[in-house]
């Protein structure tokens, strides 16, 4: 299965669409976001507005799911800002193509409290084999020897990988 080898996380595809490097760093064990406030204030946002859900369901140590509405079928992700909207919508997309591969048949919403909007998703017409490209361009980035050039974006100055790539 293609989501095994190497092992493709939601956190990955929603880097694809954000930064290249942060994507191979990432997926090479090199994290920094231990040490980012702004994962911590996406954490701490999640747990104050979502506190009484069962969250951070773990799938096959594969895809972590912030929670997941069982009633409804519906798969959520919290986001704190919606400035990478795209990448988080295709890392729900991700997250409901691979339930559906389980047999599992679900819709997505990405909630942003802090924002208080939601969007709705689901796969729509020629998304899945989107995502199998993903997978593969995914797949051939991590692979890579080296990481893929930095950018000098001005979402960088907010990455909690900053000090790694500009000091």
């Known amino acids: 299965m293609i989501f095994e080898n190497p092992r493709i996380t939601g956190v990955m595809v929603n880097y694809y669409f954000h930064c290249k490097r942060q994507l191979w760093l990432f997926a090479n064990q090199i994290t920094m976001e231990h040490s980012s406030e702004l994962v911590l204030i996406g954490k701490i946002l999640s747990d104050a507005f979502y506190k009484n859900r069962d969250r951070d369901i ?11 509405d069982f009633d409804g079928g519906i798969v959520h ?13 295709w890392q729900v997309k991700y997250y409901i193509y691979y339930l559906k591969k389980k047999g599992m048949n679900a819709k997505g ?3 942003y409290p802090k924002l208080r909007r939601e969007i709705y998703v689901e796969l729509g017409v020629g998304d899945e084999e989107k995502i199998v490209e993903l997978l593969n361009e995914i797949v051939e980035i991590v692979r890579g020897e080296i990481p893929p050039v930095k950018t000098n974006r001005v979402e960088c100055k907010g990455c909690s990988y900053f000090e790694f790539c500009w000091s």
């Not at 773990?58 to 997941?68: A, E, K, L, Q, V």
């Not at 992700?77 to 919508?89: A, P, T, Y």
């Open 109 to 111: 919403k990405i909630n």
């Open 77 to 89: 992700e919290v986001k704190k800002s919606d400035s990478f909207e795209e990448g988080h919508i």
């Open 58 to 68: 773990n799938i096959d140590n594969m895809i972590m799911i912030d929670w997941f």
